[in-house]
């Protein structure tokens, strides 16, 4: 209706008679009245959004079958309002002291000389992020990567470096390695054989050591709060029986895990020396800034890894899980058996079985 009104008041240089101050007025008047507006819906909707009054979009996903209880954990954040970032760290958190997730935190398989070393990665929508490698000794690799962002100028602390800075911070120094996983460990050292099995993060879950189940997983979230602020968190204790100092794509900023507060963010599961390669979680995220969904995103991410090395790609596993700016998420995987938990208000218990290259 502007559009049209506007020409028709519009002085062309005809005298309109005595009242045109008075229409150039009111159209002025109107068309503030109209910013004014146009601004205040946004505005209503971010007040709203902290009065519980959650928008659809407020969702926490995370990576394989434990991934529900740590949605859990972070929904008990998000679904009050509170903040993304709060939210991914307290989710994560649960595997990291899960003594029955050997994939992640204290429970977790150590490498072949005994020891059990941490990686981490976190990382807000403004691009802040922090992460620790292979550090010892401190359960919580998740929220040491966290002071890292906030307390240092530097984004990733490695080994002796991130547990002197993890023990200044506060954080207790203990023993990661629990009679479990160190019967574990002298059983694989009977053969001292590596071989990454795919899946193994599920089938390994609270059974205890099954025997040749030799890889090793993490955990990845992505989270959408009711202020429309995207954050993400990855942990991992890396894969069982690797070189002592080896390094996954967990903490590791745009390979395990990458956030952009406009288009969206990504994270990652499986063999990470493939993801690294592949910068995979970046390029997920620069893949759903051109236009693709989620799910198209992280299919092209894990056919570029099969492209590039079809043969190994037959043995190995890795998976992408992304949440785009507006909650939106997908997944895809190499093999079959990847799945992927999601939480909102609808539903805190859901576990989708992410779409794969190779069949069953």
């Known amino acids: 209706m502007a559009a049209r009104v506007i020409p028709a008041i519009m002085d062309d240089g005809i005298n309109k008679g005595p009242d045109m101050a008075d229409r150039r007025q009111f159209l002025k008047t109107s068309l503030l009245g109209a910013s004014a507006l146009a601004i205040s819906k946004p505005i209503a909707a971010a007040e709203s959004a902290g009065t519980g009054r959650q928008p659809a979009t407020v969702r926490v996903t995370s990576t394989w079958d434990f991934g529900i209880a740590a949605n859990q954990?972070?929904?008990?954040?998000?679904?009050?309002?509170?903040?993304?970032?709060?939210?991914?760290?307290?989710?994560?958190?649960?595997?990291?002291?899960?003594?029955?997730?050997?994939?992640?935190?204290?429970?977790?398989?150590?490498?072949?000389?005994?020891?059990?070393?941490?990686?981490?990665?976190?990382?807000?929508?403004?691009?802040?992020?922090?992460?620790?490698?292979?550090?010892?000794?401190v359960t919580h690799a998740i929220s040491v990567a966290r002071r890292v962002m906030e307390r240092t100028p530097h984004v990733l602390l490695a080994g002796d470096g991130a547990l002197q800075f993890a023990l200044e911070q506060g954080f207790e120094k203990e023993n990661l390695l629990t009679p479990e996983a160190e019967k574990a460990w002298h059983e694989w050292l009977n053969t001292a054989r590596y071989q990454p099995t795919a899946n193994s993060e599920v089938r390994d879950y609270g059974k205890g050591f099954p025997g040749g189940k030799d890889n090793h997983d993490t955990?990845?979230?992505?989270?959408?709060?009711?202020?429309?602020?995207?954050?993400?968190?990855?942990?991992?204790?890396?894969?069982?029986?690797?070189?002592?100092?080896?390094?996954?794509?967990?903490?590791?900023?745009?390979?395990?895990?990458?956030?952009?507060?406009?288009?969206?963010?990504?994270?990652?599961?499986?063999?990470?020396?493939?993801?690294?390669?592949?910068?995979?979680?970046?390029?997920?995220?620069?893949?759903?800034?051109?236009?693709?969904?989620?799910?198209?995103?992280?299919?092209?991410?894990?056919?570029?890894?099969?492209?590039?090395?079809?043969?190994?790609?037959?043995?190995?596993?890795?998976?992408?899980?992304?949440?785009?700016?507006?909650?939106?998420?997908?997944?895809?995987?190499i093999q079959p058996g990847f799945s992927y938990a999601v939480c909102d208000a609808k539903d805190q218990h859901a576990l989708v079985p992410a779409k794969s290259v190779f069949p069953a």
């Open 219 to 333: 955990i990845g979230m992505l989270a959408l709060d009711a202020h429309g602020k995207l954050a993400g968190a990855c942990t991992t204790s890396g894969m069982a029986w690797k070189l002592h100092g080896r390094v996954g794509d967990s903490p590791i900023i745009g390979a395990g895990l990458y956030v952009d507060g406009e288009v969206g963010g990504a994270t990652s599961t499986g063999v990470g020396e493939e993801v690294i390669r592949n910068a995979g979680s970046f390029l997920v995220v620069e893949l759903m800034r051109q236009g693709r969904t989620p799910a198209e995103a992280c299919r092209e991410a894990v056919l570029r890894i099969v492209r590039k090395k079809p043969k190994t790609a037959q043995d190995i596993q890795v998976g992408f899980l992304a949440m785009n700016k507006d909650g939106e998420v997908g997944a895809w995987a």
């Open 73 to 137: 954990a972070a929904w008990a954040i998000l679904g009050r309002g509170g903040h993304s970032l709060d939210a991914v760290e307290a989710g994560v958190r649960v595997p990291e002291a899960d003594l029955r997730n050997h994939s992640v935190g204290k429970g977790g398989y150590p490498d072949r000389d005994g020891n059990v070393t941490l990686d981490a990665s976190i990382m807000d929508a403004e691009g802040n992020c922090g992460a620790v490698a292979a550090m010892e000794h």
